[in-house]
């Protein structure tokens, strides 16, 4: 065994991370419901059974599911039976908690979660009907590399693979025919498709096959198909749950649609979306289902909001007149609650740097005014966009906090980590196995997979790995890990401090003092986990951002946030960085609007 180090002792801190505050303010349902306007207490305590709540940005949606939460367990409804569906954790974590906070122990089993964490506790929660039982959950990273393998084979001059799974992801999510897509998105014909592609789409799903892998569009297919073959299937569920309420309906793509649709008559579904804020197009996201929901759903009952709470009229005028240039009809014109006046602004600036300076600037100005910094919210639309605004901050000594860094688990770091984790998990995982190899010195890509061969054929003789055939320390950190694999944060503590020496050396010019902390962090998501595959599969199917780990800054800092996680963010002062049209698209010379209460994500989409 190696002798752990002084230096790995930092992975023994117990020390809080940070995290949610759980003192909990608690209020009643009917003064929450008295506080709604009409529109909203119409739509939180509608008796029709399938209803959908078309909103614009900032017109109380959160709010009003949160209600219709609280109306339907104050009814008696028990809150087991009410499952809320979201498109980020976050969110579904926003809606528990505010129920939890009005309701107190009577909300006490309310489900919220993400469409795919629901369908994964579906999955694991009747294994032996579903099937998949010891199946992985692999990640995008995973996905791919099993498609660069499975491109590799075929003729040069074909589209990345990169590009072959984005493709094999929208058909599948848009329910659409493979080949079709394919011509239409790959630049190839149909021939070609079919005589170089096809093929590359089926070694991906042998491998998956034979390494029991399901991809994050697996998890939706699985219990979509069996859905629809399964009556029994349909009826489990709607005993499971008697509500059905989802969030950015907008978002919702025709797989998804495929689980709902048996369920319709089964149980009530409250949906709530805005046609104009769809953000997953990329994943086959299908805002028409909201435009013929009551075609979809006949006697469904449809409810407006339209009163924004979050902008002025000024910001909403130029937000009403860009959705009137969208050729979709879109016929909600927002209406300020607000009374003050204010108009956006927009500069133009030749220089990235000059942008940054004069943002900052503007920053600087509020806080001379005697507002604070955090009141100040700088949009970008992805995370580089924001570093020449963050050098101006470090210059000038200015604390900034960065909102949609990366996801941690997909970071290079832990996931070497984790491959160690993963092999003891599940010894068969062909691809925790190479990467966990290649993390030694000396043990390239021909002997790592030497090694895992010898390994594999070990294991399918002998159910075990074959320790004595390894190097001692690839042999020790897996024994050692797998002494405390039913402690998860224990096993990464173990694992962190027998790889440290290893990934110190690997990140030598690579930021190594600010990644290891993220096994501090990796360590505090596990506290309660007991299985290393379901800790694993949990942040795979609902990623983690860096940035949400750290816990609210105790100094008062400007917010930079990428336009993707400020959905639901408000601040007096919002600047958004390459706001003109084109730069959403690719780059442009940096422009900056600065205007006075703006909602974070809507304004310029
Ligand atoms: N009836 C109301 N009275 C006062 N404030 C309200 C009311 N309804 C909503 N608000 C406020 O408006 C803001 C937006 O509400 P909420 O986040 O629920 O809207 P949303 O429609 O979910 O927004 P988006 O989808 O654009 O993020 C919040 O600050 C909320 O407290």
């Not at 693979?161 to 999510?173: E, K, Q």
């Not at 579904?269 to 979809?296: K, T």
């Not at 220089?351 to 943002?359: I, K």
Request: with cysteine; glycine share 6%.
């Amino acid at each position: 065994m190696q002798e752990r180090s002084k230096a790995t002792d930092k992975y023994r801190t117990t020390a809080s991370l940070g995290g949610a505050d759980k003192s909990k303010p608690v209020s009643a349902t009917v003064s929450l419901l008295n506080s709604l306007n009409e529109q909203q207490r119409v739509a939180a305590t509608t008796e029709s059974r399938q209803t959908l709540v078309r909103a614009g940005a900032g017109t109380g949606k959160t709010l009003t599911i949160v209600a219709r939460c609280a109306h339907l367990i104050e009814s008696g409804v028990q809150p087991q039976q009410i499952q809320a569906l979201t498109f980020t954790r976050k969110s579904a974590a926003e809606i528990k908690s505010r129920v939890e906070n009005l309701l107190g122990v009577q909300a006490a089993g309310l489900n919220a979660s993400t469409f795919h964490s629901w369908c994964m506790t579906l999955i694991r929660g009747n294994e032996d009907t579903w099937g998949y039982k010891g199946w992985t959950v692999i990640d995008p990273e995973d996905q791919l590399t099993i498609f660069k393998i499975a491109r590799g084979r075929c003729e040069p001059g074909l589209p990345p693979a990169a590009s072959i799974m984005n493709c094999y992801s929208f058909a599948r999510n848009a329910q659409q025919r493979f080949i079709q897509v394919a011509v239409d998105r790959l630049g190839l014909t149909r021939d070609q498709i079919e005589e170089f592609i096809v093929p590359v789409i089926r070694d991906y799903e042998e491998v998956k096959r034979l390494n029991r892998y399901i991809d994050y569009d697996d998890v939706l297919a699985i219990v979509g198909m069996q859905l629809q073959a399964s009556d029994k299937l349909a009826e489990w569920i709607g005993k499971m749950y008697s509500h059905l309420l989802i969030d950015e309906m907008q978002d919702t793509n025709p797989l998804q649609w495929q689980i709902l649709r048996p369920l319709v008559s089964r149980l009530s579904l409250y949906c709530v979306g805005d046609d104009a804020q769809s953000i997953y197009g990329f994943r086959g996201a299908d805002f028409a289902s909201i435009y013929n929901f009551q075609d979809i759903i006949p006697g469904s009952k449809i409810y407006k909001l339209t009163d924004n709470y979050r902008s002025t009229q000024g910001i909403l005028d130029i937000s009403n007149w860009l959705l009137r240039q969208s050729p979709l009809s879109y016929d909600k014109d927002l209406v300020a609650q607000r009374s003050e006046e204010s108009t956006p602004a927009l500069e133009t600036f030749g220089a990235e740097q000059t942008a940054a300076n004069r943002v900052i600037d503007l920053v600087e100005e509020t806080v001379n005014e005697g507002e604070k910094l955090k009141d100040n919210l700088i949009l970008v639309r992805a995370s580089y966009i924001a570093r020449a605004v963050e050098q101006v901050c470090l210059q000038r000594e200015i604390p900034y906090r960065f909102y949609g860094g990366y996801k941690l688990l997909e970071s290079a770091h832990i996931r070497d980590l984790l491959s160690a984790l993963r092999i003891v998990a599940n010894p068969l995982d062909q691809l925790a196995w190479l990467r966990y190899l290649m993390l030694f010195p000396k043990i390239g890509e021909v002997s790592a997979k030497r090694l895992m061969d010898e390994q594999i054929a070990h294991l399918r003789a002998h159910s075990d790995i074959d320790y004595s055939a390894l190097p001692s320390p690839v042999a020790d950190t897996l024994s050692d890990i797998r002494q405390h694999q039913n402690v998860v944060p224990e096993a990464i503590t173990v694992a962190a401090e027998h790889l440290d020496p290893v990934l110190e050396k690997n990140y030598r010019n690579q930021n190594w003092d600010r990644r290891w902390p993220d096994f501090l962090h990796l360590k505090s998501l596990a506290h309660g986990h007991t299985s290393v595959a379901g800790f694993v599969e949990q942040y795979i199917i609902d990623p983690v951002f860096s940035t949400e780990l750290t816990g609210e800054p105790s100094e008062d800092a400007v917010i930079i946030s990428t336009i993707h996680s400020s959905k639901g963010m408000e601040a007096n002062h919002v600047y958004l960085l390459h706001a003109s049209p084109a730069s959403f698209q690719r780059h442009e010379p940096l422009t900056a609007t600065r205007s006075k209460k703006i909602a974070g994500y809507s304004m310029l989409r």
